[in-house]
C-alpha cells in the first residue's frame, strides 16, 4: 500500500541528547513536511522540502535539523537545543504542486526522560 | 503571518444530530482542506476545496469555500459514534508559499450515543 510510514511510534530522549526521527513515503511526491502539536493547539510546521537536496526553515525551526538525501526520506533532528522537545510530531508529503492536498503518517510521541 | 480562527474548539452532541464548524482567516486562501484525526494518529484528508463558493461532499460531510476566500464551513449530518475527534481546517496558498499550510486549532467533537 502505498503512504507515509513514521518510526518509531514513541521515543524518549535523555537531557543533551538528539534523537532522530524517520519518514519515509512510497507515493512519489516530491514535498515533505514536518510538524509538531502540543495539547490544543494547531499543527505548527518545522522544516519543509520542495525537492531532494533543498529544504526551508518553517515556523518553528529553532533547535530542530532536517535533511532530504531521497526523494522517499526527510529524516527529523531534534537536537539537545530544543528545550521543550516533548510533543506529538507528524510528517507529511504533497505532490509538490501547487494547492496539492497534504497527506501525513501516524506520528512519533517523544518524551524527556 | 496568517491566522486561522476555527469554531467550536469542542462540541458533545448527541447520535443523529447534525453538526456544523467553521473557519475564518485574516488573510485569502487558494486552497481550503479539512482533516479529522483520530487520538494518536495522523490527519486524515477529509475534503478539498479549490475555488471561491465551491460546495463538496464526502458521505454524510459537506464543506464550502466561502466567497470571500477567507473563511469555509464544514457539515456532519446525522452524526454516528465513529465521527469522534478532532477536526482541523487548513488553508495554503494565500500570498505566502503555495506548499505551506495554515492549521485551525482544532474542533475537538464528542458524539453520545
Known amino acids: 500500500d502505498g503512504g507515509i510510514t513514521q518510526s518509531p511510534k514513541y521515543l524518549f530522549r535523555k537531557e543533551g541528547q538528539n534523537v532522530t526521527l524517520s519518514c519515509e513515503q512510497n507515493?512519489?511526491?516530491?514535498?515533505m513536511y514536518w510538524y509538531r502539536q502540543d495539547p490544543g493547539q494547531g499543527l505548527r510546521l518545522i522544516y519543509y522540502?520542495?525537492?531532494?537536496?533543498?529544504?526551508q526553515k518553517g515556523d518553528i525551526a529553532e533547535g530542530y535539523s532536517v535533511s532530504r538525501e531521497k526523494k522517499e526520506s526527510f529524516p527529523l533532528t531534534v537536537t539537545s537545543a530544543q528545550k521543550n522537545p516533548t510533543a506529538f510530531y507528524l510528517c507529511?508529503?504533497?505532490?509538490?504542486?501547487?494547492?496539492?492536498?497534504?497527506?501525513f503518517g501516524d506520528g512519533t510521541r517523544l518524551s524527556i526522560l | 503571518g496568517q491566522q486561522l480562527n476555527q469554531s467550536p474548539q469542542s462540541m458533545f452532541i448527541q447520535e443523529g444530530e447534525d453538526v456544523s464548524m467553521n473557519c475564518t482567516s485574516s488573510?485569502?486562501?487558494?486552497?481550503w482542506l479539512w482533516y479529522k484525526q483520530d487520538p494518536g494518529e495522523g490527519p486524515v484528508l477529509l475534503i478539498a476545496?479549490?475555488?471561491?463558493?465551491e460546495l463538496t461532499s464526502n458521505g454524510r460531510l459537506t464543506a464550502q469555500f466561502g466567497i470571500t476566500r477567507k473563511d469555509s464551513f464544514l457539515n456532519i449530518s446525522a452524526s454516528i459514534p465513529s465521527d469522534v475527534g478532532i477536526y482541523f481546517c487548513?488553508?495554503?496558498?494565500?500570498?505566502?508559499?503555495?506548499?505551506?499550510?495554515?492549521f485551525g486549532k482544532g474542533t475537538l467533537l464528542t458524539v453520545n450515543p
Open positions: 507515493l512519489n511526491h516530491d514535498a
Open positions: 507529511a508529503s504533497s505532490a509538490g504542486h501547487s494547492n496539492q492536498p497534504q497527506h
Open positions: 487548513a488553508g495554503t496558498g494565500g500570498g505566502g508559499s503555495n506548499y505551506k499550510l495554515t
Open positions: 488573510s485569502i486562501f487558494n486552497t
Open positions: 476545496l479549490y475555488k471561491a463558493g
Open positions: 522540502s520542495q525537492i531532494v537536496n533543498d529544504f
